[in-house]
């Protein structure tokens, strides 16, 4: 897995301060995560052949989460596009696209599917052979989904050694690494165990913004490998974080300690503020592999 | 008057190439002309205090013309505004704008007038002391108008020396600027062609974007300062602006030297083109008074 910050700013997008919007890449696949305005200059920015992009994921129906998406869609279609595309967010945002392009009289020439949220609970939302997708129900001004992506386990590792020690047909191959002992001809079980080792580990990955601190997540992030946790605030604005249904960094890192995951991102800060290095000091004491994100900023999963 | 260009390009905006936006400054007030994504972005880079927008034109419902707009309804929201907006634009804009505000459970704490446009004709859709600005009907796929900027006439120029050696007092000037004669104690009529000149030339702009050649256009922008007139093609691929109903630089240039203007500019080129000094090439033989567009140009008038 290979995370993109496209843009990490709330409210308003500046000159170098795009708001939010992540690429995640888990296999070979692009999955796009929120999308502010200007999403498509950053995808040119950072270099991704983003027409892979497949699947979208909207948190949220604020403008600085989505308002790039009709853009996107119709950049697609100028590009020649001929691939589905999948649109997963809040109810309405169907009706939001299709009305823009029924005005534009516009089309897509490509199949658009829109898979709209309004459930409380988490739930999955998408599946292929490599991950699954749940909905996170945040705690926001209006209705807010974030997403974790889980990789599915891989096949077990065969030892090729012993295999070829037993003369094992290539054949049988797929059979053992889904787990199944081999029977050789004069009726001898050799076990799966000694022919195979433990898929590879998997990875996840939990995107939480926007939200008021919610300690309802704890377990359904538990032990992630990486939790991006938005972090309007630091701890003097805790009143304004409050009003606004946002977190302080610190209640971002608590999330985190809580929730034991491995590494925390942070982001979705402020414009009050120009230096972030304080979102970093705030942070440690309480949970201490906490990043910083950057626009065009990737993490390694 | 003052023109600066936002953004130049047509269909989807790049790093350094944005779509369709440009303010004009006339006499202090701001007018925005179109508003294509990221349109906010630009004004920021321009140095404008873009608050001061009063009053926006939207040509027509195609994104690279109007997805900005919503961003930038909302970033005045943000940024405290309480002045009120004005938005002239096709019908069905003010439906998109509020959907979108009302799923996002947003609001302007500033009053939002939407001005929707559906006739056929020019006609005039703004006025206040110093200008007026009138609809120019275009040719495209989808219900688009141009806009006509013409500022009106000023007071009459007080020649202050003649003032003086008729001692007139200076509370009587107003009335003297405004073309009247002055009557001095003794009954002696002064006459106005005596203590004034003509007052300044005033000036006019007018926006043609987007648009296929259409002839009907030169009567209604006859002898403007400056016109901006879409070039999307190069004369190799008028077949592309034929079906797309777009214009070449040729096309352009014919509208700018049947109608007599003074200044011409061209602009909305394909992303085909990487260099553009080719449109100033094809448009020199037939007016020479041609300038090239480009994001962040401005122009005086």
Redesign the interface.
Known sequence: MKLTILGCHS?????NAHTTSQLLEVQGDLFLIDCG??T??QL??SGIKFARIKHVFISH???DHF??L??LI??FR??GRTAPLHIYG?K??K??IV??LK????WTDYDLYFHELDGQESELIFENEKLTVHTLPLDH??YTNGFLFQEKPGLRQLNRKVADSYQIPSCDFENIKAGNDYVLEDGTVVSNSELTQDPKPTKSYAFCSDTAYKEALVPLIQGVDLLYHEATFLEKHQDLAATTKHSTVIQAATIAQKAQVKQLIVGHYSSRYKDHQMFLEEAYPIFEATHLAADLKSFEI
Chains 1, 2 share one sequence.
């Open positions: 409210a308003t997008p500046r000159e305005e200007g498509q200059m040119r920015k129906l604020h403008g308002y790039g009709i853009g119709s950049t100028l590009l809040p309405g945002i009706e939001i009305l823009q005005l534009a009289k516009s001004r209006v």
